[in-house]
């Protein structure tokens, strides 16, 4: 049977999605095609939105939407004091979904790597600028336990030095080479309520 071009094209598409590979994207797919109307459809449309409406924010680095702008950041009904720095949006979603951290939220959009990731590349300097000016009393590093994560936590202390806000950082249960999307919502909770703080600026 001969192959259709659009149906390999969207196979490999999908088959580059975290967690999938050839044989799931292919089940995907057929189930995409077999219904159309009800999920096809709809989905092709949501995409096109979300691509053309969509956004990264450039002061905490969140997702928002370019029509009501960002919602973590602008909205000055929640009136927090604190700022969780998460690596991703993945890293965010995780702790807002285990209901532990009530506050704002700074994604860095990585880490400081040998693998090309610079410092510049990341949110380092707007989330300096908002400790300093949005009356924030903690800042909160997040970041994975691993050497890249703790070597991005360092410079982030190190940077906050000058902004009046107290530094901490996950503690207990946050275990070595562990990253935050994949942890359960009790070892988060120890995480965040043993956390430590750091440096001169952390009392």
């Not at 939407?65 to 919602?71: A, E, K």
């Amino acid at each position: 049977m001969q192959n259709i071009s659009e149906i390999e094209e969207l196979v490999k598409l999908i088959s580059r999605l975290p967690g999938l590979g050839p044989k799931s994207a292919k089940r995907i797919v057929l189930k995409l095609i077999n219904t159309r109307d009800e999920l096809l459809k709809p989905m092709a449309s949501s995409l096109a939105q979300v691509y053309k409406n969509v956004s990264r924010c450039y002061s905490c680095g969140s997702l928002k939407s370019n029509s009501i702008g960002c919602n973590n950041c602008e909205n000055n009904k929640k009136n927090f004091n604190k700022i969780c720095v998460v690596e991703n949006i993945a890293d965010q979603w995780s702790i807002e979904n285990s209901s532990i951290y009530q506050g704002y939220f700074h994604i860095l959009g990585g880490t400081i790597s040998s693998s090309g990731q610079r410092k510049e590349d990341l949110l380092i300097n707007s989330l300096v600028e908002r400790a300093k000016k949005d009356d924030i009393e903690e800042v909160i590093i997040a970041t994975s336990a691993t050497v890249e994560g703790q070597t991005t936590a360092y410079y982030i202390q190190d940077s906050l030095k000058e902004a009046n806000v107290r530094v901490s950082k996950l503690a207990q249960g946050l275990p070595v080479g562990g990253e935050i999307e994949n942890l359960d919502d009790g070892t988060l909770f120890s995480a965040f309520k043993n956390r430590n703080g750091i440096g001169k600026n952390s009392d």
